[in-house]
C-alpha cells in the first residue's frame, strides 16, 4: 500500500514505520498509509527557523503578498486535480469548494493586506506618541516577524483550508509554517503541499509538511515559536499545558469545535421571509461537510410558539437532503470523514437523547445514492428537540460532530440570550430577524460568548456568505469553550505572528527606524523640487521650504465666492463679537487650497495625480493680511498595484506644515499623490539605437527562444508596422472581449512579454515562407516601414487603430506597443 510522504527539511520522506491506514470514506477503502516513524521534530522546526524564516523575515510586506497571490493564482489552475481527492474524504463538490476554493481565497485575501503595511520588512502600528513638551523625544510602536515557526495542529474536516487560513496569516508576517494535518485526509493536504513545493514559488523552508501522528512535535518549541491548535476542547486543552508550551511562554491559539447557536427572532414567524432564511441555514449548516464544521449550528434558540412549526419545516427540509456518493450531480449530502467517526457522533447523539427527542432521522437506518452504507462512514442527519433547555444541560455541553442539531425553545430575547451564552462560549452565532431593535438586543448582550454574530434577514440573504463561512478578512476565533482564540481577522491575523515593540527616541532617529517621518525630525533638503523625482528616489524627510504668500482681503472674498461658503467669519465682519475671530479670517480649505499653489510643481513629471488629504488640523485662525510659507515633507511611501490603463506607480504621502511670518506652525495636513515609478526595463528605441542594434543583426543569429531566424524575426516586426500604421486593418481582435481590457492595460506595464508568446496569425511552431532575398533588404524594409508608421501618427495624432492582440490603440499606445514589441525581439537575439 502506497505511503503518503512529509515534506521536512527540504525534501519528500517517507516513515519508517507500518503506516496507518486512511480510508475512502464513501466505499471504506484504504486510500493510503500515513507514516512519521523516524522523523526528527527538533530539526524540523530548527530547519524552518533558520532556512525559511532567514528569507521571509527579509522580505518586504509588498513581497510576501504578492508571493501569495501568485501561489494563489498557481493553485487554481490545479485545481480540479484536488477536487477528486476531495470525493474521498466524503466531500461533496460544494464542501470541496469551500475547503478548495476556500482555501485559495485565503490566499488572495491575506496577499491584498499587503496594501495596508508598509514597503518594508516589518511594521509600524499605531500613532506617534510625544513625550516631551518640547518634541523631541517621542515613542512608537513597530512589529517584526518573530524568528520562530508557526507550529499548526489541524483537524480533519478541512484539509486545504485548515492549513491555508493559518499559513497565509504567517507567511504575510514573515514567519515559516510546519503543518501537521489530521490524519484522516491529509492525502488531501500532502497533494496540495506537493504543488505548492513543485511552483518553487516559496522559500524553501517556509513550508514543512508532517502527515501522521507527531505526538512529541511540541516538545522542542521555543519562546519565539507559535503554536496554533483546531480540534477538539480536551486536546487543545492537554496541548495547552503543555510543558514546554508554559516553560517557553509560547503563544498557544486555539480554535475548538463549539456549540453554536442560531435564534429564530419572535418577528420572523411562517411566511415572513425571515423564517424561511433560517430554516435555510439550519439545514445547510446541518448538512455541508456532513455538519463537520466548527462553526456549524448545534443549538436551535426558537420561540416557544414556533417550535412544533420549525420542526415541521426543518424535517421538510431535510427531506430533501439526498445522500450518498458526492461525485453524483444529484446528491446532496456525502460521508463523514471515517466509520470511527459515525461511532463517535452516535455515541453523542446517545448521549443527547437520554433528555432530548430526536425527532427527525435515524441512527441505525440511511438511504444512500450510488453508494454502500454500510462500507461507507454514512450517517442520516439528525434533528433533536430538547423542551427543558435550562434544567437539562447535556444540550449546552456535549457536541455531536456530524449532521446534528438540537432544537429548544425560548419565552423572551432574554431567556434567548441566555441559552446562548449556556454553551459557555462559540466561535458563531446568528439571529434571524427583520426587528433591529430585536437584533441589537441579542447582538449586544450576546457578543461577550461569541467570536462572530451573523443577523439574518431579507435584505442581506442574496449576498451573505452565511453562519458558517469565516472570512479572511474578520476574526475568527472565540471565548471559552471555543479556545479563546483569534486565527484570523485581517491585519489581526497578521500581528500574531509578529513581536510589538515600544520604541523611543528622538523623531529623527525614529524617522530613520520606522521609515515615515516623524513631526520634528531634521529635514533633508531637496535638491530639486520633490515633485520631479520618480517614486523610488524619494525618501522619507526629504523636504521643501517655499517662498511666502501674504493672504488678502480679496483673495478671502473670491473663494466665498467661488465656493458658495459665506460662514460670517469669513463674510460679515460685523457678527465677529463673542466668538473666536478678531477679523476676517480665511477659510480653512483656502489655506490648503494656498498652500498647494505655494509647493505644487506646474510642470508635467512623474507626480501623476492627487491622490488624497488626510488628517488636516487648523491650528489657529488666519487673518487678512496674514503672510504664510510652507514646508513640505515626504511623510512616508506606500506602494500601490496598478490593474488599468497607467504606468506603475507608488503613493508619497507628504506632510504639510504652513508657518505664519513668525514662524508659528498655523495648520498641517498630509497630501496623498501618485508617483510614477522609474522605467528601468525597457531601452528607448530612437532611430539610432535601432540603427545601431540592426548593423549587430547577423544572419547566423540564433534566438535565445523561439524558432525565428533574424530575418524572419524582421519581417515579422515589419508586418506589425503595417498594422500599426493603419495598413492592415481587415481583421478582428483575437483577444477575448472579457480579457481585453486586461490585456490592454498590461501596454502600460514594465512587464516584458512573455518568451515564446505565439503571434495570433502564425501558425505555432512553424516558420512562414520569407519574402525577401536576404537580411539586409528585410533591414531596409522593416526601416520603411517603421516611417510611415511613425509619418502616420504625425499626420493623425488623434487617430485610434486597431492592434490583433490588444484591441483599440491611440498614438501613445501604439508607442508603448512598439517598445515593448522591439525590446522583446532585440533582446530574442541578444542585441540588448
Known sequence: ??????????????????????????TGEVVALSDTQGLDFAEILHYGRTKGGEVLR?????????????LALYLTKKKEAFYELSYRTGATRMDSWIDIEGGFGNLFSNASLRKLFPNQSYHVEGEPIDLSRGGR??????????????VHINAFNFPVWGMLEKCAS????????????????????EAVVREII?????PEGALQLITGSARIILDTVESQDVVTFTGSATTGRLLKSHKRIIEESVPFNMEADSLNASVLGKDAIPGTPEFDLFIKEVRNEMTVKCGQKCTAIRRIIVPQDLVDEVQIALGKALDKVTIGDPRLKGVRMGALISRDQVTEVRNRVEELAKTASIVYGDLDKIDTIGADSKKGAFLSPILLREDNPFKNLSVHETEAFGPVSTIMPYNNIEEAVTLAQMGKGSLVSSIATFDDKIAKEYVVNAASHHGRILVINREMAKESTGHGSPLPNLVHGGPGRAGGGEEMGGVRGIKHYLQRTAIQGSPTTLTEITGIYQANAKYIEAEQHPFKYHWEDIQPGMSLKTHKRTLTDTDIINFSNLTWDHFYAHTDITSLDGSIFEKRTAHGYF???????LFVYPNKGPVAANYGLEDCRFLRPLYHNDTIYVRLTCKQKVDRDVASAEHPSGIVKWFVEVFDSEDELVAVATILTMVQKKQEVFVEM??????????KLMPDMKPKWGIMTPQHMLEHLEYTYKIASGEIQDFDVATPEKILEKIHASLYTYDKFPRNTNFPLLEKDKLEDLKYPDLETAKQKFKEQREKYLEFFK????????????GELNRYESYLLERKHLNHHFEQFNLL
Open 591 to 597: 489655506i490648503i487650497a494656498a498652500a498647494a499653489g
Open 686 to 695: 530612437t532611430d539610432d539605437k535601432i540603427e545601431e542594434l540592426l548593423s
Open 795 to 806: 499626420e493623425n495624432p488623434e487617430a485610434k487603430l486597431k492592434n490583433l492582440v490588444f
Open 1 to 26: 500500500m502506497k505511503k503518503i510522504q512529509n515534506y521536512v527539511t527540504g525534501q519528500w520522506i517517507e516513515g519508517k514505520g507500518e503506516g496507518t491506514p486512511m480510508y475512502d470514506a464513501i
Open 137 to 150: 523625544f517621542m515613542a512608537h510602536h513597530i512589529m517584526v516577524p518573530k524568528r520562530g515557526v508557526a
Open 58 to 70: 527579509k522580505m518586504t510586506f509588498q513581497e510576501r503578498g504578492n508571493m501569495l497571490k501568485s
Open 198 to 202: 513543485a511552483s518553487g514559488i516559496l
Open 170 to 189: 504567517n507567511w504575510m508576517a514573515g514567519v515559516p509554517a510546519v503543518v501537521k494535518p489530521a490524519t484522516n485526509g491529509s492525502f488531501l493536504t
